[in-house]
């Protein structure tokens, strides 16, 4: 059937000439969705975070201990969004080889020609690659999500996020 094809498939936002899991460092915003604001408050110039502003801030701290080749750069929690860089620092000895489970979610690192999954191309050619940029804030969205839904049902994140790459000083 050929009625809706490709008719509301949104484009990427990620750069299609750069590969995510390579060592560089990005500028990461998370919005939350419908920009509502379950972070906290500014008050007096200062923000303010609330008890699931607490888990944004806690979960994003923790990256590190879950993907080893990340390093923390500033990170900021505001009433309705996160700004944080992320630096990946994989040496050659950071390829993949057993499989991990993080805390965030059943994120591993199993190659897609692992016998325990179908070969399926176009699955493994659209999904998120392990070690990459998109695998690590999905994971970071998962539980702060979980998490955040046992104080506020209605919390949820706006689907996709921003990132920068960050090439010089200057930017």
């Keep these: 059937m050929q009625k809706f094809h490709n008719k509301y498939r949104i ?9 995510y899991g390579s060592n560089a460092a990005y500028f990461i915003t998370i919005c939350t969705h419908n920009m509502a604001h379950f972070f906290g408050d500014i008050i007096d110039g200062k923000m303010q975070l609330n008890e699931i502003g607490q888990l944004a801030e806690k979960y994003w701290m923790e990256i590190p201990h879950h993907f080893p080749f990340v390093e923390l ?3 900021v929690v505001m009433p309705n969004h996160t700004h944080g860089i992320l630096i990946i620092n994989k040496s050659d000895d950071d ?5 991990v489970q993080t805390l965030h979610c059943n994120v591993c690192t199993i190659s897609p020609n692992s016998p325990i999954f179908p070969k399926n191309e176009k699955m ?7 070690g990459t940029i998109p695998t690590i804030i999905r994971s970071y969205k998962s539980i702060v999500s979980k998490n955040a839904r046992l104080i ?9 996020f921003h990132d920068h790459i960050i090439r ?3 930017s």
């Design 95 to 99: 390829a993949p080889i057993a499989p």
């Design 124 to 130: 493994a050619k659209i999904s998120p690659k392990a």
């Design 152 to 160: 506020r049902p209605d919390f949820n994140w706006h689907p996709r």
């Design 73 to 75: 750069g500033n990170f």
């Design 168 to 170: 010089d000083t200057q």
């Design 11 to 19: 484009p990427s936002a990620r750069l299609q000439s750069w590969d």
